[in-house]
């Protein structure tokens, strides 16, 4: 977009203004369209749990604050974005939406204004958030609410570095301690606002204050001195992090400081320039990504070298922005992602605002050398367009396709289970995709659901994303199922396309119509989910009501479990007892059969968890019913009733 001639109508040079302002923000509504419908799924449904843990616990504190996921501490762009807008509109995904492309525009806002400042050129600031829009990066920022922290960490950075500006620009103290108030809140949207200090100073050394023979330098380092409180709140942040939430040393998230940054580092270049999966989403001839890859880096690293040469340095800056906010993520060698580069290739969309900027200039020379000069630019930004907008929007589909499927699920089951209360769902058909993007993150706890399960058939068909997850949690035992259903204890539902279909007769049929051995039959599920009504009938009748999942056992209870001949060589249990109780004296439990004791443990403080495992005697091996007893000593009585032990599972293992 050119600036208007001078002489232009002052209407046209309104319009023009509003436009560069605002067509950046309409392209970023435009291109992430379909993400605005997009619903919840994968590590959504924790925060969403969130809101009633502080309901539960009455302590809306712990959960706003307290280390979380990979020891994240980010009140605002987690915990609080989710919680708040789950207490005001539930499981509508539109609010959330609606925030993230708020937030989003705003960033859009602020580059233009900062990129303004760097160049002097309008067209730059026009440029720049077209190019960061672009990105594929910011796929999975913008349209996944749990990535809002990509998003929202933007925002305190440049609105931080905007106030620094005016303070640099005026020498006005209030400037100063705002950016100071926007810096600190920073920390509470995502750990890269650390790094804010080396931006600041970036803006310092290449932008306000360049080196120049009529300065001696005093100003600069002034303003460098402003810096020095910043500096010393993100090492006190970081000490302070590290302590209430230590670094990983395994898993993914574990930090390598080794020669594997370098090629992490080159790789994040890479994806900066070529979109990550380019190959599979709009890259019709093999050699484009490649294309694309060869044309910015080239054009990166001549409009650098260029700049420099020429003595013009607000080059430096832009790369100071990539490079220190790309830096905390590098040590993450086992978990490289593409939408980390959401912030530092703000970065390198206002280093080709910039080269824009330039480009306009020099088409004003009347001249083949200007013209080259304008292509050697323009090219470059063309070919990444070209490569970027049709995977990003490629990517935003597949993304709202997979969440549409997810919310199908989920508020299916929740419908299910209000036309029949009291019974349990049970769905067939479930893709492994599906079981990730949902159930393997209790999708269905979020939605206030607690008996949801998998039929066998589709559990032998799904692949858990991660070794953690046992399907066990979510398959019921066919036998337990086959009870259920001739019990009328469970509805069983089936996905197809864009709903959930009642199936509980026809399957009822098929499930009763198998053949199936007879010792098999006669077998007693091997696994008992004890606060599960579903397993009830093998439950003894001293046992309490279910409660939240898990079940109160008095003094004595007894349970009846399969053990299959091959593989049922040792007893699970596992369970809780409240810190208050164990205070008072450790709990002695024992296991018998028959009379005869064949385990024995105790649970101590501060244990208030236990998970206990004890060898089965070999006479129980192929048994398909057998009755054993829990007593726990001692108990608390609390309003004529006993309570000993909280149990949640009890299995029979190999």
């Not at 109508?9 to 023009?16: D, I, K, N």
């Not at 050129?121 to 440029?127: E, I, N, P, T």
């Not at 931006?199 to 002034?222: C, D, E, K, M, Y």
Request: with cysteine; hydrophobic share 50%.
């Amino acid at each position: 977009m050119s600036e208007p001639s001078p002489s232009a109508s002052p209407a046209l040079r309104r319009a023009t203004a509003v436009a560069i302002w605002l067509l950046p923000v309409l392209f970023f509504f435009w291109l992430y369209r379909n993400a605005l419908h997009s619903w919840f799924w994968s590590d959504d449904f924790a925060w969403l749990t969130l809101l009633h843990s502080a309901e539960v616990r009455h302590d809306f504190l712990h959960e706003m604050f307290s280390p979380m996921a990979q020891g994240t501490i980010r009140p605002w762009s987690e915990r609080g974005f989710f919680m708040a807008l789950q207490g005001l509109f539930g499981l509508d995904s539109r609010p959330f939406r609606i925030v993230v492309f708020l937030t989003a525009s705003a960033d859009l806002l602020l580059i233009t204004w900062i990129t303004r400042r760097a160049t002097a050129s309008k067209l730059a600031g026009f440029v720049a958030p077209v190019l960061w829009t672009a990105n594929t990066a910011l796929v999975l920022s913008v349209t996944w609410n749990s990535a809002y922290n990509e998003v929202m960490c933007p925002l305190f950075l440049l609105a931080a570095l905007a106030l620094f500006i005016r303070y640099v620009e005026t020498g006005r103290k209030m400037f100063w301690w705002c950016q100071l108030a926007a810096f600190v809140f920073g920390f509470g949207a995502l750990e890269i606002n650390i790094v804010y200090p080396a931006i600041a100073a970036g803006w310092v050394l290449f932008v306000a204050a360049p080196p120049s023979p009529n300065q001696t330098g005093h100003a600069r380092q002034s303003l460098l001195r402003s810096l020095l409180p910043l500096v010393a709140i993100s090492v006190a942040y970081f000490l302070l992090h590290t302590l209430v939430a230590p670094l990983q040393k395994s898993g993914p998230y574990a930090l390598r400081f080794d020669a594997s940054i370098l090629k992490t580092f080159a790789l994040y270049c890479k994806w900066t320039l070529v979109p990550e999966p380019m190959a599979r989403f709009g890259a019709h001839r093999r050699f484009a990504p490649t294309l694309v890859l060869l044309t910015g880096a080239i054009a990166v690293a001549g409009f650098i070298v260029t700049e420099f040469r020429q003595r013009r340095y607000a080059i430096g800056f832009f790369l100071t922005w990539f490079i220190a906010t790309l830096a905390p993520v590098l040590p993450l060698a086992n978990h490289r992602t593409d939408y980390y580069l959401t912030i530092p290739a703000i970065g390198i969309a206002m280093l080709g605002g910039a080269a824009a900027g330039h480009c306009c200039r020099s088409m004003t020379l009347a001249s083949l050398r200007a013209f080259l000069q304008s292509a050697v630019v323009a090219i470059p930004i063309a070919v990444y367009l070209w490569a970027m907008i049709p995977v990003t929007r490629a990517v935003t589909d597949w993304w709202l396709i997979k969440s549409l499927a997810v919310r199908t699920l989920v508020l299916g089951a929740r419908s299910a289970s209000q036309t029949h209360p009291g019974k349990a769902i049970v769905l067939d058909a479930v893709t492994t995709d599906l079981f990730n993007f949902s159930l393997a993150h209790s999708a269905f706890r979020a939605a206030g659901l607690d008996d949801v399960y998998l039929t066998p058939e589709s559990g032998l068909s799904i692949i858990p994303a991660s070794p953690e997850i046992s399907l066990d949690d979510f398959v019921l035992d066919p036998n337990l199922l086959r009870h259920a259903v001739t019990h009328d204890d469970v509805v069983v539902y089936s996905l197809e396309s864009d709903h959930l279909r009642n199936i509980t007769e026809g399957y009822t049929r098929r499930l009763l119509g198998r053949t199936v051995d007879q010792s098999q039959a006669d077998l007693l599920p091997t696994r008992l989910d004890v606060g599960n009504t579903l397993y009830s009938w093998l439950l003894g009748p001293t046992w309490l009501p279910p409660e939240s999942g898990v079940r109160w056992m008095p003094g004595s209870a007894t349970f009846r479990i399969g053990v299959p001949a091959a593989g049922g060589r040792r007893l699970e249990l596992t369970g809780h007892c409240p810190e208050s109780q164990l205070l008072v004296a450790p709990r002695h439990l024992i296991i018998l059969a028959d009379g005869d004791v064949v385990g024995d443990t105790r649970i101590y403080d501060p244990e208030s968890s236990f998970h206990r495992l004890f060898p089965m005697p070999d006479v129980f091996a192929g048994k398909s019913a057998v009755e054993l007893e829990i007593r726990v000593d001692p108990v608390e009585r609390k309003d004529d009733q006993d309570y000993g032990l909280i149990f949640g599972k009890i299995a029979v293992l190999p």
